[in-house]
């Protein structure tokens, strides 16, 4: 009888122990340690995206810890790997600047995302002709030169189609070279991606 009275009172010196051992070895792992709040990746999408020059293209970001968990409340940074392509805002608005290809980025925490390409394409919104008048004497020549721009002004490649208003007054060759054929005044455009440029005239005399 001593002997397990003696056993019981060594019994409720060791539970207590063992029950602060337990808790030492399970309260880590639980969530919401301080490593919880930590990023490990960082995804963005579109993971690919195109648009115009001038347009817009909205990316968003999302931050993980290494449980795969989000880690919310960050701000993040928003790099645009060629300026001159595209560049983006603080909220990851990118905006077309010129035609290629660039590489977006966000960064929080010291942790960068894996790059996702933007491809930026120049659409002609305006073309130019020069002269705007001109002339020439029947059988003389007049080089004309037409110019495409796009919606910020800058001069882009495109293939250019020439119209003229009278073949009997005058021709127009392939590459803007104006011919005269008989007295006359013609209206000469330019299109290109089938938007057209104000009318150039060339007259022709005798």
Do not use: E, Y
């Not at 019981?8 to 969530?31: Q, S």
């Not at 010291?110 to 659409?123: H, Q, Y």
């Amino acid at each position: 009888m001593d002997a397990l009275a003696r056993n019981l009172r060594r019994f409720k010196f060791i539970l207590p122990a063992l029950v602060v051992l337990g808790l030492g070895v399970l309260l880590p792992g639980c969530g919401g340690g301080a490593g919880s709040n930590t990023i490990s990746t960082i995804n963005v999408s579109p993971s690919t995206a195109s648009g115009n020059v001038g347009g817009q293209q909205q990316f968003s970001a999302i931050a993980f810890n290494a449980d795969n968990n989000q880690v919310l409340g960050q701000t993040f940074t928003w790099t645009s790997s060629d300026t001159t392509v595209a560049s983006v805002a603080a909220s990851g608005a990118a905006t077309g600047v010129g035609a290629g290809t660039a590489k977006i980025t966000a960064t929080a925490g010291g942790v960068t995302s894996a790059p996702v390409t933007l491809t930026v394409t120049a659409v002609v919104a305006s073309v130019t002709i020069s002269p705007t008048s001109s002339t020439i004497k029947v059988g003389g020549t007049q080089q004309l030169t037409a110019t495409a721009f796009d919606v910020t002004g800058k001069a882009v490649p495109a293939t250019i189609t020439w119209q003229n208003s009278s073949a009997s007054i005058a021709t127009i060759s392939g590459t803007g070279l104006v011919t005269g054929v008989s007295a006359g005044t013609v209206m000469i455009t330019a299109t290109a991606n089938g938007v057209a440029s104000p009318v150039a005239t060339v007259t022709v005399t005798p």
